[in-house]
């Protein structure tokens, strides 16, 4: 496999980057030839952010799984597409070939076909990280259905919502999930979330853990059964085929669902053909994959840094791609290098949480590890503080290995704005430049160019997009209304991202966050609206109010301050009874890391709660808190100031 698209010095890095931003049909359609094709586009792209509508390729004809597997066949069929590492290190590995991939991910979709599913439904994936979770993502895509991978720590509840929204009729899911030392009764969930359920017609289980579990007569079925009697139908003189759904460039590929500013988490679309583009071009480029490298990116195939690059920016650059089940600290906090010594990892892609929870640990588990097949080093998810970047750069790296920093957001599938290992400059803290084909711009909050104040060499303000790139999103499922309000409406012919970013003399953005009510907890995404309505669903909370402060870890802890009107028990206890809940409600990954009970909330006279006071003693600065005039009750910032944790 060659990737002729790939950057391979600065010099070629602008000269790309200026032809994308002259010339986008010309420069993707290009990149677009060395993919495989059922039928070649009309146009290249057809776009206007008003609607918002967004098409590129439109009239191709492909299937996304052709070009992660069947292209790859003659030529590797007996390479290392995925190398699973089980959560327990003494538990037998498994190597997945390409040959062996196409032939599960084939049986996988003649066991969808058998159960019912067709082009376009809608199938949620709610599975530990096993080999089958990649057949079961890429079987859907083979058959043409759209799939939605939920994350492991989500509840029943917000499962059950989800479910609800795409209107799902079927449900892939283990028995159980190993992560560290505990097991998640996955199976128990879904069922859970099944109460009341009226559209999912079938659960297909695999069993995992082994745990007891319950199987409903006509809904639920074994994928073991499933798979081999898959296996008799399409065996024909020794080989396995199942012929792809043949999809227009533009169909839906998967939905992944995140939080935002307000309301429940929306399913944010893919198509198949941008989508495919776009996270093999990033891979290729940003990461300066090299046939034969192993890649291992640690994060979960529930969120979208999984979808984009364990499963189709690897597999459909022909790649090796490791897959862990478990989690860093598990036997023990030296398991990443144990899995990088094993394997001879090159790539290493993990969050700043991670880093800085490995951190914590000291340098012991490093002892006796070899990581000197280690190339290149990626983060992703949040800003990454400089303590976090040395650490890796001289423990894990040995100050040989780029280290990119990479932007995005599961609505723009891919990276969009990175340092290329090796290639562009890195600077820690810094996401550095915009990948070719993306271009930023910074604006106040109406909407003007942000300009560097006079003899200041940095921009400030808020990062938007002007032109679409192959990877963004198409709509939020359900929707269209929504995806525009929430992205295109806050500034005109501009995609808002949300974030805040500086830009230096150099052209670099550094992220700085969210500029919106939205938090990022060790790189997950949380809405502070839905961790309040969580809250407020407990009995005996009259209201809430959710900020984020700076964590060690986590980059971000939850702060919430909590009205009741009545407690069952001491404090301690009532706020045990309000994690559950929020457990119950959303996950335990939303659960607050501190409580503070007050009497009452900093509310504007119309209303509004100050979150800018709240966030500010929440990060313990209690004396520039701003104009507290406007305030209803000025007397509760005392309270709150006083009562602080
Ligand atoms: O605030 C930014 C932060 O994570 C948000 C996107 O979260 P999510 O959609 O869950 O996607 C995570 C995987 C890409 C962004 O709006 N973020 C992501 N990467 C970085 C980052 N903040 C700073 N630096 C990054 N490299």
Known sequence: MSYPYQIKSIEQYHEDYKKSIEDPEGFWSKIAENFQWRKKWDTVLNWNFTEPKVEWFAGAKLNITENCIDRHLPSMANKPAIIWEPNNPEERTR?????????????FAQVLKNNGVKKGDRVCIYMGMVPELAYAVLGCARIGAIHSVIFGGFSAQSIADRLDDASVEYIITCDGAFRGGKDIPLKSIIDDALIGNKTVKRVIVYTRTRIPVSMIKGRDVWWEDEMLHAEDQLEHNGVIDFPAEIMDAEDPLFISYTSGRTGKPKGVVHSSAGYMLWTNYTFVNVFQYKPGDV???TADIGWITGHSYIVYGPLSAGGTSLMFEGIPTWPDAGRFWDIIDKYKVNILYTAPTAIRSLMSYGLDPLKGKDLSSLRVLGTVGEPINEEAWHWYDEHIGKKKCPIVDTWWQTETGGILISN????TPAKPGWATLPMPGVQPVLVDEQGAPSISPEGEALTKGNLCISLPWPGMLRTTWGDHERCRTNYFATYENLYFTGDGALKNEEGFYRITGRVDDVLNVSGHR???AEVENAINMHAGVVESA???YPHDVKGQGIYAYVIMSQKHG???????DILQTVTRVIGAIAKPDKIQFVTGLPKTRSGKIMRRILRKIA?????????TTTLLDPGVVEEIKKGKL
């Open 95 to 107: 190597t997945v070939t390409y040959a062996r991939l196409h032939k599960r991910v084939c049986q």
């Open 295 to 297: 890649f291992f990116c």
């Open 420 to 423: 290329l290992a090796g290639i």
């Open 526 to 528: 949380i809405g502070t």
């Open 546 to 548: 959710v900020v984020g």
């Open 570 to 576: 001491d404090d301690e206890q009532s706020k045990k």
């Open 619 to 627: 990060e313990g600065e209690m004396q520039n808190l701003g104009d």
